[in-house]
């Protein structure tokens, strides 16, 4: 590149850092609330709640670099315009082409970096941070059930506490577990604690009664202890047990669909997620061609480009949700997986045509004035 191809670089560059950067806190702020229960309720440790911060940033990365990408060409090529940088170069012989050679340098770095975060490192982000949430339920359960109010920690299982000291102690415990449907069961106490060990956790409660009642005999049993013990299984679902999502299988994986599918639709939601990794990258360059497109042609207009620039960034949005429906289409018929790479390749061809026309000025009111003649003497 040469020097003026290098400044643009610089400029798209930088103005890329900060969109990502800023687009990367608004979603951590939106993820942060889901997790930052973990450190409000005390007891789990702020290093853990960082560590499944950081693991959410691989999971919608690969999605915020090309939206960001899109913001800095936007953002530099209509500054570049409205200060008539962009007059001057075409002025000086520098085609559209040329001077999109930057954005387009850069979308390839963002092609080859979303590649890298869909085939290797989102995949095991997602794994691990699966895998702490749920060593998390298991380890920290109590620090999830609410003072005050019911808590459903499980399907027709709910626990009531009223307060909890800073030993860990729950005073005030009702516990109804409705997962025998003919035999509900209630237990209230005085105090409980939560207890985990290798068969998993459960709440151990003093002085207080059980109660079950039989529902074809109408029959109601009491039983009054100074202690107890209710499994809590309900709570901790054993590792083994959960099959893992297409989104946290790695590449390997996904390759060999039928060796890890249970049934047909599953085989074919993890075709389509195996796909999705290896087209999404190629949006980066549309959307860029996109933005090239709506500010490296058509007429020049000195009161700036607002309209193309609106138009430019609502092409993009029904790119990516046209990408999506193509995703989830695909996941229930595979016929639609070879529209997830011809749509970039469909927005590309007609972007570059239409950036291939140029930037001119407007004739008329912005055309340069022809010179009068000098009366001769």
């Given at each position: 590149?040469?020097?003026?191809?290098?400044?643009?670089?610089?400029?798209?560059?930088i103005a890329t850092l900060y969109s990502t950067a800023g687009l990367t806190l608004t979603i951590w702020?939106?993820?942060?609330?889901?997790?930052?229960?973990?450190?409000?309720?005390?007891?789990?440790?702020?290093?853990?709640?960082?560590?499944?911060?950081?693991l959410t940033v691989p999971t919608f990365l690969g999605v915020v670099?090309?939206?960001?990408?899109?913001?800095?060409?936007?953002?530099?090529?209509?500054?570049?315009?409205?200060?008539s940088e962009l007059v001057v170069m075409r002025a000086a012989g520098v085609g559209p082409f040329s001077l999109s050679q930057p954005a387009i340098v850069l979308a390839l770095i963002v092609v080859g970096t979303v590649y890298t975060l869909?085939?290797?490192?989102?995949?095991?982000?997602?794994?691990?941070?699966?895998?702490?949430?749920?060593?998390?339920?298991?380890?920290?359960?109590?620090?999830?059930?609410?003072?005050?109010?019911?808590?459903?920690?499980?399907?027709?299982?709910?626990?009531?506490?009223r307060e909890r000291d800073s030993d860990g102690n729950l005073h005030k415990v009702l516990i109804h577990d409705g997962r025998e449907e003919s035999k509900?069961?209630?237990?209230?106490?005085?105090?409980?604690?939560?207890?985990?060990?290798?068969?998993?956790?459960?709440?151990?409660?003093?002085?207080?009664?059980?109660?079950?009642?039989?529902?074809?005999?109408?029959?109601?049993?009491?039983l009054y202890f100074e202690r107890y013990a209710?499994?809590?299984?309900?709570?901790?679902?054993?590792?083994?047990?959960?099959?893992?999502?297409?989104?946290?299988?790695?590449?390997?994986?996904?390759?060999?669909?039928?060796?890890?599918?249970?049934?047909?639709?599953?085989?074919?939601g993890l075709i389509a997620e195996l796909h999705h990794r290896f087209a999404s990258p190629l949006l980066a360059l549309a959307y860029a061609a996109v933005a090239l497109a709506a500010?490296?042609?058509g007429e020049f207009n000195r009161r700036g480009q607002s309209m193309r620039v609106t138009i430019a960034i609502l092409l993009v949005m029904g790119l990516q949700a046209a990408a999506l429906g193509l995703t989830s289409l695909a996941g229930k018929m595979t016929v639609f997986v070879p529209l997830m790479y011809l749509l970039p390749l469909l927005v590309l061809l007609p972007a570059i045509w239409v950036m291939s026309r140029g930037l001119h000025l407007k004739p008329g009111r912005h055309a340069a004035a022809p010179p009068v003649a000098e009366p001769a003497s």
């Open positions: 590149m040469n020097r003026l191809q290098r400044y643009l670089f610089r400029n798209l560059l702020l939106s993820q942060s609330l889901r997790l930052i229960e973990i450190v409000v309720s005390a007891g789990a440790p702020m290093q853990m709640f960082l560590w499944l911060l950081l670099l090309p939206l960001a990408l899109v913001g800095a060409i936007l953002f530099t090529y209509n500054r570049l315009t409205t200060d869909n085939v290797w490192v989102t995949p095991s982000a997602h794994r691990e941070l699966v895998r702490m949430e749920y060593a998390v339920r298991s380890d920290y359960s109590q620090l999830f059930l609410r003072e005050g109010v019911f808590n459903e920690v499980g399907e027709r299982f709910s626990v009531f506490l509900p069961v209630t237990v209230m106490g005085d105090r409980a604690v939560m207890l985990t060990g290798p068969e998993g956790a459960r709440f151990v409660v003093f002085d207080g009664n059980r109660q079950e009642l039989d529902r074809k005999t109408g029959r109601l049993s009491q209710v499994d809590l299984k309900v709570l901790t679902p054993a590792a083994e047990e959960r099959w893992p999502d297409a989104r946290e299988r790695s590449t390997a994986e996904l390759m060999e669909p039928g060796a890890i599918a249970q049934d047909d639709r599953m085989r074919r500010l490296l042609s």
